[in-house]
């Protein structure tokens, strides 16, 4: 592990929260043409995943290259924070990002 990014990550603790978040961006992508971001990621994760753990994942994913940044940038979206309008990277979905294998 490099960080407390890949730590929050891999924690074996969390494989529920790795499959929600991984069907979502696989479900937003399929829904946005390939196109990921996280106010189309959002609406699809179930309450109880803390915000946390979806950066944390992004992050993984795009150092696996699943994702790649687009050069892109959109609001994001965020009602409940006061980052609703901050800027936030769409990145594109290179591969179906498979399930974990235990």
């Known amino acids: 592990m ?18 929600a ?6 479900q937003a992508a399929r829904e946005h043409d390939g196109e990921v971001h996280i106010a189309n990621i959002r609406p ?26 687009t050069g892109r940038y959109a609001p994001n979206g965020d009602s409940t924070s006061r980052n609703r309008t901050k800027a936030a990277q769409i990145y594109h979905l290179a591969a179906p990002i498979p399930e974990e294998t235990t």
Request: charged share 25%; aromatic share 4%.
């Open 21 to 26: 978040i991984r069907r979502a961006i696989n």
């Open 44 to 69: 699809l994760l179930p309450d109880w995943i803390a915000p946390p753990m979806i950066g944390a994942v992004t992050c993984a994913l795009v150092r696996a290259r699943h994702l790649t940044p």
């Open 2 to 19: 490099t960080d407390i990014l890949d730590a929050l990550a891999g924690d074996w603790r969390r494989t529920d929260a790795r499959a």
